[in-house]
């Protein structure tokens, strides 16, 4: 069974920067999509990023957060990490990361048009405070 586990948030003043990881343990998907969302209170769900097991093609980012996110993996750690800067209070929000897995390659440009409802598997999520 897949678990998802997030770290790394916490508060800190605008400007400011975090690391997001997810640990990924039980995951035998060749092929997957994986992906960072956020959920602020009162907001719907949005989508950061996402990235594919074959990372090729363009990576893309929620409007609000380019040029200031990177989404990355390290493939043997099975870790998935969401690099924060620049951060701004309107980033506040719990983010959680999730795993879809793929029945063809898991390209960029696929992993793009995948709903989040599809997404199988979530982690519990991690707090980001951002103050101003």
């Known amino acids: 069974q897949v678990q998802l586990v997030e770290s790394g948030g916490g508060s800190v003043q605008a400007g400011g920067s975090l690391r997001l990881s997810c640990a990924a343990t039980?995951?035998?998907?060749?092929?997957?999509?994986m992906g960072w969302f956020r959920r602020a209170p009162g907001k719907e769900r949005e989508r950061v990023a996402v990235i594919g097991s074959d990372n090729d093609g363009i990576l893309n980012y929620l409007d609000s957060v380019k040029g200031r996110f990177t989404i990355s993996q390290n493939n043997a750690k099975n870790t998935l990490y969401l690099q924060m800067n620049s951060l701004k209070p309107d980033d506040t929000a719990t983010y959680y990361c999730a795993a879809y897995r793929t029945l063809f390659r898991g390209s960029n440009n696929y992993c793009n048009t995948v709903p989040a409802a599809a997404y199988s598997d979530w982690g519990q999520g991690t707090q980001v405070t951002v103050s101003s």
């Open positions: 039980g995951f035998t998907y060749d092929n997957y999509c």
